[in-house]
């Protein structure tokens, strides 16, 4: 039987593209599932793929999406599952979750929030706090000792300043040509660029996040060592601004 | 089978530990010598400089070395440090030998060590490294015969080189100083790529190194780093066009000198030490901030103690600072030899290097946590220079910490997360294992648990002596005299209102006692604690328990 990959969804990481590279190479529902409200009305629950027949859940290759959790896992106990998480610089991901939410405010005619604002209503840690719960794992204080240690463990430990060196070998290992996936959202096209982020935005958005910052160093060594592991070359990160600078 | 041995000897003018240590070398080496079967030959080569002589008359004098690194670059202190390609060429004619070893003149060898060579090259491994193990760090009153039957600690590092005559052949020269950061690193990535058969025995006691002094940390020799640098920047090149990137991009750490050649640049970037994110908008101090840390049991005062260290005006304190490596960390250290978590562990290092780039020039990062000495010591001991480190060693009457656990039920039988912060004398990996049947109730485990916890101290301080350690007792720096004479061993400022900084500020934990319900005498902790003295009196590893609480040997 082959893997199962979990394919946990922390938002504004990458995982459009890596959904959108799946949904050109595998039958949508049947070969993977993405969980959001993607193409229906609303997100799949556990109770909606535990209705599916012993065969259907056979088939398919990947779960992913935002509503993505380990319970999952319970569903499938017949299945090795492959954990595969990407993370991304917390600075750059707050900015574009900001200028994503301007993007869909501005779309439905609703009034564009400042950034003070967004931040203000933005959880402390918000990586941190959406792998806990991903990992069922919300006891507030050891959080992030208690996420690292399940890090380690996992099939694939990601940036997504690597996802062009890492998405290859996720998609080749799931019997998918391992092709360099296209972005998705990172041309600027469908999501407009409300703010750029500066090397004082930076600072300050990393200030009042420690430990999604702290996160994000360590996910750079695993990330090293799945690159390792799996024999990848690593790719030179090219020094491009950070976030949406223009240019 | 033909070994040719090249240590790089110092004499006269180095420092005298450094003398030390090589007497101890020479005289393990004499004796591994004296071991050799029938089919072996080793002859052991002296490198030095021609006016540091060596008095040793069964080595092969190579008086060979006629420059330094200081004929190739400008030094803010002048150390005259061979180059490592010198070195290799005291080697001699690659005809003449099958095998060369290559250690640093503090690198002792155990008497079977050149049968292990032959031994494992016979097996088909044309290149290996064999790590050292690092034992207790005195020199006067230990013996060769002490030293080397020491069970000492895994040594992570790369300090003794193997590889056949074919592959010293195909070594790139490279001018790398010795004594600094690279050098290693050069050897070890040449026989990976050149081997057939490379293998890494990291478990073995097959050499040793009395203490952990981690020299090349020193920032005095950031300069020499520096040219490390240039001299790895260089031989990356030559290895990719000789290899291919894809290959030599799979070394370990050779990623800054991939991206600076990519880049066409020198290598811009500091050392793996300090802080490295994405987009390189962090700060990036050359000069690591100072960093303070406590061993203790929990319930000691630590607490206490970071809110009485962050009101010093140079120190940010913080207790059990995330992550705080409790949970799945602690279990694995409980029940898994300490190296098969060691590498995983280090994420531990890239939380604490993502908030020291954040701390203020000239404050002092500080975080009392217990799980200090259970679950990251080692790794940080390992990644940071030692002589940023202080470890407050802090004691509570021992009575007083065990009646505590009592009354919070630690090591107790109902299921509170006790289990993610403590390590049971039961389990495989305590540093005073105790078996069930020795364990009669639960002050048993306590006592046992203090006393790993003492032990783990101790044997992290033996291996860290350049580490700041400062012993405190929570009974005196709960006073004015006792709190000022901390900040002053910690060398931070002393809080203005210290007095009123003191008052009423130890956590009792009075709701969580009182929600457990478990009420015990201290009279009773006292009779049970003299019990189990009694019972263990002829362990040696509760002497450090005994002597530092300052209990009577029962």
Known sequence: ?247 | MRIRHVIPTVGPSAPAELVQAQELTLRSVERALRCVGDGVEVEVRAVRFRDEPIDCEWVTDCPTLDRSVLDLGEFEVTRRLPLLSDVLAALGDPSDYDVAVVTNVDIAVQPLFYELVAEIADEGHDAFSITRRTVQPRFRGSSLARFSTAEGTVHPGHDCFVMSSEIVERLIPCDVALGVRWVARTLLWQLQLNAENYRNFGDLHATFHVGDDRVWTNPKLADYEKWNESQVLALARELVARFGRARVSRLLSVGRFLDAIDAGTEVSAPPARTATVAYGTLPQARVEPRMVFSANSGRAGSGYLASLLDESRTVSAGHERPPQMTGAWTRRIAYEPRMASYTDRLVKVDALRSEVARIPPGRVYADTSHMFVKTFADVVFDEFAHDRLSVVVLRRDPVDVARSFFQLDFLGPRPLPWYDWMIPPTVPESAFPLSLDEVDDQFDLIFGYLVDIENRTSRLRELAPAVTWVDARLEEITQADGARALFEALDVAVPRNLEQTIAGRVNLKERAKSKVEQPVSRGHVEERLGEFLARHRDRRDLAAFVRNHHLEAP
Not at chain 1, 49 to 57: D, F, H, I, N, Y
Not at chain 1, 213 to 236: D, Q, S
Request: net charge negative; hydrophobic share 40%.
């Open chain 1, 1 to 247: 039987m082959t893997h199962l990959y979990f394919l946990y969804h922390v938002p504004k990481t990458g995982g459009q593209t890596i959904r959108d590279h799946l949904d050109q190479h595998l039958v949508r529902d049947l070969d993977f599932l993405h969980l959001g409200p993607w193409g229906r009305p609303a997100a799949l629950t556990i109770e909606s793929v535990a209705s599916l027949s012993p065969a259907e859940r056979d088939r398919l290759r990947s779960l992913g999406g935002h509503p993505l959790t380990r319970d999952f896992a319970e569903l499938f106990p017949e299945r090795t599952i492959r954990e595969v998480v990407f993370i991304r610089e917390p600075a750059a991901r707050m900015v574009s979750h900001y200028n994503f939410r301007c993007t869909m405010r501005a779309r439905d005619g609703a009034p564009v929030p400042s950034f003070e604002e967004f931040l203000s209503e933005a959880s402390d840690n918000p990586i941190t706090g959406f792998l806990g719960k991903c990992l069922g794992l919300t006891a507030r204080k050891s959080q992030l000792s208690a996420i690292l240690a399940e890090l380690v463990g996992m099939w694939m430990v990601g940036t997504t300043e690597s996802m062009d060196a890492l998405a290859p070998a996720l998609f080749g290992a799931m019997g998918l040509e391992p092709a360099v996936p296209e972005r998705s959202n990172a041309t600027g096209v469908t999501i407009e660029r409300h703010l750029t982020l500066t090397a004082d935005l930076a600072d300050m958005i990393r200030a009042g996040s420690p430990e999604d910052v702290a996160l994000y160093e360590a996910c750079r060594r695993l990330e090293a060592r799945t690159m390792e592991r799996l024999g990848i070359t690593p790719k030179p990160t090219p020094l491009r601004p950070v976030g949406f600078a223009p240019g």
